[in-house]
């Protein structure tokens, strides 16, 4: 089967970084997703890993290490609208996605 | 206008009542999705369908079916609704042509069962 873990909740301030982690077990692997989604809404896409690295999107950047089973999402000059949950999604087979239970970024003045 | 829209977006029923979601995009896209979410969880896959005669089931297709009307057609039908289906549902499309797999999803229906 598949089980991801991320962290419930993370605050910090505006201005500031932060890095949500996500550790993955799966039966198989073809990528790594983050999704923003704002209390009510749709989650939206953010970004894709594939291979190990970063990838760098405007503020937002993410990592994936397959080795490690590991990846995070990094959020630079953090702005007050970013307050949202964040989850990341695994990709084992070329049929569907899991999700995690994903993280509560709350942003302070 | 919307690419994925849901119809209704929230509805309140009783127990035992049969009730239909429906989801429609014009994205043009052959993959489609539905998800519930519930509080303090991620999104957990119903159904997912890749064509007009593709269906599947995911990891929570008890008491739920679909149908793929259309390409562009989707529903989730709950045939007895029970109150532990009470939560946030999700329609959501994607394209396997794209490199980065992106599922668009629509705004949702929130679904009270009492």
């Known amino acids: 089967g598949q089980s991801l873990e991320q962290p419930s909740e993370v605050t910090a301030v505006e201005g500031a970084i932060v890095q949500i982690n996500c550790t993955y077990q799966?039966?198989?692997?073809?990528?790594l997703s983050w999704y923003q989604q704002h209390d009510g809404g749709a989650p939206t896409f953010l970004s894709y890993n594939a291979l190990d690295g970063l990838e760098e999107t405007g503020r937002f950047s993410s990592f994936l290490s397959r080795s490690d089973s590991y990846g995070y999402l990094l959020l630079q000059e953090l702005q007050m609208k970013d307050s949202a949950s964040y989850f990341c999604?695994?990709?084992?087979?070329?049929?569907?996605?899991?999700f995690g239970s994903g993280t509560k970024l709350n942003v302070k003045p | 206008d919307a690419d994925v829209t849901q119809t209704p977006r929230n509805r309140i029923t009783k127990t035992g009542k049969r009730i239909m979601l429906e989801c429609s995009q014009t994205?043009?896209?052959?993959?489609m999705y539905w998800y519930r979410q519930d509080p303090g969880l991620g999104l957990r896959l119903i159904y997912y369908s890749f064509d007009v005669k593709d269906i599947n089931k995911g990891e929570i297709s008890d008491g739920y079916s679909v149908s793929r009307q259309a390409q562009a057609k989707f529903s989730l039908s709950l045939e007895s609704a029970i109150p532990n289906q009470t939560a946030l549902y999700f329609c959501?499309?994607?394209?396997?042509?794209?490199?980065?797999?992106?599922?668009?999803f629509g705004p949702g229906t929130r679904l009270t069962v009492l």
């Open positions: 799966t039966s198989g692997f073809y990528g």
């Open positions: 999604a695994v990709y084992p087979n070329f049929n569907k996605f899991y």
């Open positions: 959501a499309t994607s394209d396997p042509g794209l490199a980065d797999n992106e599922q668009f």
């Open positions: 994205k043009g896209h052959d993959r």
